[in-house]
């Protein structure tokens, strides 16, 4: 069973310009989640969704951040403008019903020069 | 305000030995508790996993002890291999019963194990 997928595995970018990160959940998981891990942090929640409903967004900052799943499998999360702070590495991860382990993918290593 | 807190940021042990790994939360809501492993360019990988129901979880080389008057868990690695060398976080979330609730992570622990 293939794992969670995400492109690219790096990025580089000046600050002010668009970036679009993807991911492919593993097969049959409903619920999809976007994570942000700063140097030296453990992993802190952007956004999860149920299916295509976003429903936690809490931590995601609207003013430059978006993220859509719109047929409920693969997901986009997409930052504009980017920032000098934006630079990080951004996991996906998906989960079944029942127990909470959270599958993750490798990750987007992004950096904004 | 951070909810759950590994204060060890790094750990050096002898191959064949026991590494023990430390974790605090203060958020009383939290009723399941994971670690993950996680190598460097890669997602962290799940490890083994605790309900607040039990005390205890033993999964091969790995067990993970629970002590919800302390708020404190632990990860027992034995014996320790050079191939446990990585960066283990402790996770946990609230409302279990729910299923896919939010994770919130530790900083980690940087493990080398030592041939």
């Known amino acids: 069973e293939a794992g969670v997928v995400q492109s690219p595995r790096y990025k580089i970018i000046e600050k002010k310009q668009p970036v679009a990160f993807w991911c492919n959940p593993i097969s049959g998981h409903n619920t999809l989640y976007w994570y942000r891990q700063n140097l030296g942090q453990g992993p802190e929640l952007l956004i999860r969704y149920e299916n295509e409903e976003a429903v936690d967004d809490s931590q995601l900052p609207k003013d430059r951040f978006s993220a859509e799943r719109l047929k409920g499998v693969d997901s986009t999360l997409k930052i504009q403008p980017a920032e000098l702070g934006d630079s990080a590495v951004y996991l996906c991860a998906s989960t079944g019903q029942g127990p909470n382990e959270q599958y993750f993918g490798p990750g987007t290593r992004l950096t904004v020069t | 305000d951070q909810q759950v807190k590994q204060n060890s940021p790094s750990l050096s042990v002898q191959e064949g030995r026991i590494s023990i790994l430390n974790c605090d939360y203060t958020?009383?809501?939290?009723?399941?508790f994971l670690w993950y492993k996680k190598y460097p360019a890669e997602g962290p990988t799940f490890l083994i996993s605790i309900s607040s129901i039990k005390d205890k979880n033993e999964d091969g080389r790995f067990t993970v002890f629970l002590n919800k008057s302390a708020k404190h868990l632990s990860l027992h690695i034995v014996p320790s291999q050079p191939g446990d060398s990585a960066v283990y976080f402790c996770?946990?979330?609230?409302?279990?019963?729910?299923?896919?609730?939010?994770?919130?992570f530790g900083k980690g622990t940087k493990l080398t194990v030592n041939p």
């Open positions: 996770a946990a979330s609230a409302g279990h019963q729910g299923g896919s609730e939010k994770l919130v």
């Open positions: 958020n009383s809501m939290f009723d399941y």
